[in-house]
Nanobody, 124 residues
Framework: QLQLVESGGGSVQPGGSLRLSCTPS????????IGWFRQAPGKEREGVAA????????NYADSVKGRFSISRDRDKNTVYLQMNSLKPEDTGVYYC?????????????????WGHGTQVTVSS
């Protein structure tokens, strides 16, 4: 069964940093575009960052540009989301998703596989 597993979430004060990891089970990410999404309580899921299969192209939501960075390590078969200068409004469950035809999309439709999410809480 093809699965994605997120890790690295936690609680941090405003201005702090976290690095999330997305690792697959049962397949290689080499041919997949990867997206990171988040969902805050009472809000719709939103895309925050996406990366192409080669890693050469990225896309970010305006709300995280300059603070978040998505990258991938093909040797480790892992995609990362480095989150700096975190704000309380960044709080939510963060999900990674993989899609063969995702094309840097920040909407959910093109993604085929999803993880179960990791909680990020930014609070003083």
């Amino acid at each position: 069964q093809l699965q994605l597993v997120e890790s690295g979430g936690g609680s941090v004060q405003p201005g702090g940093s976290l690095r999330l990891s997305c690792t697959p089970s049962g397949f290689t990410l080499d041919y997949y575009g990867i997206g990171w999404f988040r969902q805050a309580p009472g809000k719709e899921r939103e895309g925050v960052a996406a990366i192409s299969p080669s890693g050469g192209h990225t896309n970010y939501a305006d709300s995280v540009k300059g603070r978040f960075s998505i990258s991938r390590d093909r040797d480790k078969n892992t995609v990362y989301l480095q989150m700096n200068s975190l704000k309380p409004e960044d709080t939510g469950v963060y999900y990674c998703a993989a899609g063969l035809h995702a094309l840097l999309s920040l909407v959910a439709d093109p993604y085929d596989y999803w993880g179960h999410g990791t909680q990020v809480t930014v609070s003083s």
